[in-house]
């Protein structure tokens, strides 16, 4: 039966494979699952940290600022 969700190889060293089956094991999940749910958060720190670096690079003290009543007229 075919499914809908992509399957990834991935390959860990001892200590990583054996830290995220004991995750696992603790939340009583499959290991597939757990990888899962830590590949989505990495993804969403790569993500913040882009954005953060775009927010950084807007920032400047040369900046004009008007009020908010001013933006929205």
Same mark, same amino acid.
């Given at each position: 039966?075919?499914?809908?969700?992509?399957? $990834?190889? #991935?390959?860990? &060293?001892?200590?990583? +494979?054996?830290? /995220? %089956?004991? $995750?696992?094991?603790?939340?009583?999940?499959?290991?597939?699952?757990?990888?899962? +749910?830590?590949?989505? #958060?990495? /993804?969403? /720190?790569? +993500? &913040?940290?882009? /954005? @953060?670096? =775009?927010?950084? *690079?807007? @920032? *400047?003290? %040369?900046?004009?600022? =008007?009020?908010?009543?001013?933006?929205?007229?």
């Amino acid at each position: 039966m075919p499914t809908a969700k992509q399957r $990834i190889n #991935i390959t860990t &060293d001892p200590n990583t +494979e054996a830290a /995220l %089956k004991r $995750i696992a094991k603790r939340e009583g999940v499959p290991v597939a699952t757990k990888a899962a +749910e830590f590949v989505v #958060i990495g /993804l969403e /720190l790569e +993500e &913040d940290m882009a /954005l @953060s670096a =775009i927010a950084d *690079s807007r @920032s *400047s003290k %040369k900046v004009k600022y =008007i009020k908010h009543g001013s933006a929205w007229k």
